[in-house]
Nanobody, 115 residues
Framework: QVQLVESGGGLVQSGGSLRLSCAASGSFVGMNGMAWYRQAPGKERELVASITTGGKVKYVDSAQGRFSISRDNAKNTLDLQMNDLKPEDTAVYYC?????????WGQGTQVTVSS
């Protein structure tokens, strides 16, 4: 069964770091890449970082230089290293696997950054 399971969220102080992980299982036929999204209270869901099957990475401007997305193909996991966290990063973070005509989502993990 296709499944994305996230871990690593929590409470951190401003300037601190968190590492989110997403374990993928099942067959993701035709997958183009994976991504991390976030949705803060009162805001639209936002693409934070993505990585294609070819290894190309992309970050939202606000995360550029602070966040790093990576895949461990052997373990089939997707990670998001988040450094120098800011209160504005507070959101529910979602793991996503995408293709041209489908996408799968993790359950979401709460990241709260205190000032």
């Amino acid at each position: 069964q296709v499944q994305l399971v996230e871990s690593g969220g929590g409470l951190v102080q401003s300037g601190g770091s968190l590492r989110l992980s997403c374990a993928a299982s099942g067959s993701f036929v035709g997958m183009n890449g994976m991504a991390w999204y976030r949705q803060a209270p009162g805001k639209e869901r936002e693409l934070v970082a993505s990585i294609t099957t070819g290894g190309k990475v992309k970050y939202v401007d606000s995360a550029q230089g602070r966040f790093s997305i990576s895949r461990d193909n052997a373990k089939n996991t997707l990670d998001l290293q988040m450094n120098d966290l800011k209160p504005e990063d507070t959101a529910v973070y979602y793991c996503n696997a995408f293709a041209w005509f489908w996408s799968y989502w993790g359950q979401g993990t709460q990241v709260t950054v205190s000032s």
